[in-house]
């Protein structure tokens, strides 16, 4: 593009991390105009809509693949593996089975809700299942299932694995954000009628109360500052993982498309395919080692800065006049919401599961480590791990589910 005003990609990489500290600066401001401002307006939708107004009025270029290329294939499986680093099976599973079958009930609303919405909004709107090119409504959907079963990592897996369209991306991006925070405000509204929901159902809380008790423990024993050789080690275990996953992904993808050429449409000739999962199955053999102990100086919170610097790659490439064109794409995501959110209220009830449970289960899946510890501290501030606990289990199962929820959505295409 010859008018865009910026063209040099570290330019524009300092201009997009320029964004993000602005965002993130201003979201945790005490002062009230910006409270007031991030009440309504979620920080992670700025981390993508203004990359997108940059690319709009011709700032940066958008065409220009090279920032996300690198985001990707080296800040994104990186992220991964220091995301899956904290999961803690030990601790999932001292919640109980009530809170990892609401976790798993969220998963299935958002698999089986991906095909009954677009089954039923396309007998009002037909052309939603026309077309098998980038730009087709059942590609874009499989980017929202991967970040709502896990996270920004997840969605961009499918993002590659599928091969979806810009412009169709844009809008299913919109969809996830403001659909998804939606929801959330709907589950903050529930929490002060916690103890009557409770009550009504004849919920046990006593094992959440003995979690609150540890979890409160655990923070105050283990959490430290980072020296510079606890951040040099995380990023050697990120990293090293993603160089061997990337290996593996040399070797695995050619093979695959050598001896079995039918199962290319099951992804297994995608080298990116074959990445995410090396890199996902990596962090989950590392959290049963000692790296695991890497959380305690802040491996997530490492691995969160790579995704939000990919998320703001992603956004320079958005096409913002998608979201008022197509309007009934939010319709197919309210109905996918509404899917989800009566599959957890039905399991909730058949098992009395308290509302904590249902509440963080789903948002774990639908929002994942960035608004999942929300909703828990809003019942008990020491609480707040839990929710990036099945959070980090969504990273785990984001890109192995949202793969499979696409693989139902291109036969209900075909």
């Known amino acids: 593009m010859s008018d865009v005003l910026i063209t040099n990609p570290a330019s524009v990489l300092g201009l997009l991390m320029v964004v993000l500290g602005a965002v993130f600066y201003t979201s945790t401001s005490p002062h009230p105009f910006w409270r007031r401002f991030y009440r309504y307006i979620p920080a992670l939708l700025l981390c993508y809509f203004i990359p997108s107004l940059l690319n709009t009025f011709g700032i940066i ?78 590609r874009g959907m499989t980017t929202v299932a991967g970040s709502w079963i896990g996270g920004g990592a997840n969605q961009t897996a499918m993002k590659e694995i599928y091969g979806v369209g810009d412009t169709i991306f844009s809008a299913m991006v919109a969809v996830d954000v403001l659909v998804a925070n939606a929801w959330m405000a709907v589950l903050l509204i529930l929490v002060p009628r916690a103890n009557r929901w409770d009550s009504k159902l004849g919920a046990d809380t006593t094992a959440l109360e003995a979690l609150r008790r540890q979890m409160a423990a655990w923070q105050e024993e283990h959490a430290k500052i980072p020296l510079l050789r606890d951040l040099m080690v995380i990023l050697a275990v990120g990293f090293g993982a993603t160089g061997l996953a990337h290996y593996g992904a040399d070797w695995l993808a050619p093979w695959f498309a050598s001896h079995f050429p039918e199962l290319e449409k099951y992804s297994l000739h995608s080298g990116f395919f074959w990445l995410m999962v090396l890199a996902t199955t990596l962090g989950v053999l590392l959290s049963l080692t000692r790296a695991h102990r890497l959380e305690a100086v802040g491996a997530s919170r490492v691995g969160s800065a790579g995704i939000y610097v ?23 995501g309210a109905v996918w919401m509404l899917v989800h959110a009566a599959i957890m209220l039905l399991v909730a009830r058949l098992i009395r599961a308290p509302l904590f449970y249902m509440a963080v ?54």
């Open 361 to 414: 289960g789903s948002q774990a899946n639908v929002g994942g480590a960035a608004s999942a510890p929300v909703v828990a501290a809003a019942f008990h501030p020491a609480l707040a791990p839990v929710g990036v606990l099945l959070a980090v289990l969504g990273y785990v199962l984001g890109t192995y589910m949202a793969w499979f929820c696409g693989q139902i959505l291109q036969a209900l295409a075909q």
């Open 61 to 138: 270029d958008g065409e220009d693949k090279s920032l996300y290329y690198v985001a990707s294939r080296f800040l994104l499986p990186t992220a991964l593996v220091l995301l899956t680093l904290n999961l803690d099976l030990k601790a999932i599973a001292s919640l109980g089975p009530k809170a990892v079958i609401m976790f798993l009930a969220g998963t299935l609303g958002i698999v089986l809700g991906a095909p009954v919405a677009l089954l039923l909004v396309s007998a009002l709107f037909p052309e939603l299942l026309s077309g098998q090119g980038p730009e087709a409504v059942w």
């Open 310 to 332: 990919l998320v703001a790659t992603i956004g320079m490439h958005m096409d913002i006049s998608a979201l008022l064109e197509t309007p009934v794409y939010f319709l197919l």
